[in-house]
């Protein structure tokens, strides 16, 4: 079992940068592949970014890529997504998720993959 702590969203303005964190409680952080999620108002939950257990390998969905990057650092049980460049349309509430699937699996990408979510976290970005 672990829990799931977000934290780093805020306010900011259009081109602007935020650094989001998810702290993880227990002692099997690295044994789980750790997702970032977002989800707007009226929208379905979508799929950020994801990295490998070992923090090797990472994917990200088309409309973050080259601005955002997931990172992790198993020693401090904590995932991070730093956030470069951002639009207002990335104005969301942010989760971080852990789960079993591997990184590189079909259906990765989904939420019904992750079995720990974390509470969410605010971003908005102003225009």
């Known amino acids: 079992q672990v829990q799931l702590v977000e934290s780093g969203g805020g306010l900011v303005q259009a081109g602007g940068s935020l650094r989001l964190s998810c702290a993880a409680s227990?002692?099997?952080?690295?044994?789980?592949?750790m997702g970032w999620f977002r989800q707007a108002p009226g929208k379905e939950r979508e799929f950020v970014a994801r990295?490998?257990?070992?923090?090797?390998?990472?994917y990200y969905a088309m409309s973050v890529k080259a601005r955002f990057t997931i990172s992790r650092d198993n020693a401090k049980n904590t995932v991070y997504l730093q956030m470069n460049s951002l639009k207002p349309e990335d104005t969301a509430v942010y989760y971080c998720a852990a789960g079993t699937v591997l990184n590189g699996a079909v259906g990765a990408d989904t939420p019904l993959a992750y079995a720990h979510w974390g509470q969410g976290t605010q971003v908005t970005v102003s225009s």
């Open positions: 227990g002692r099997t952080f690295s044994s789980y592949t």
């Open positions: 990295i490998s257990r070992a923090g090797d390998s990472a």
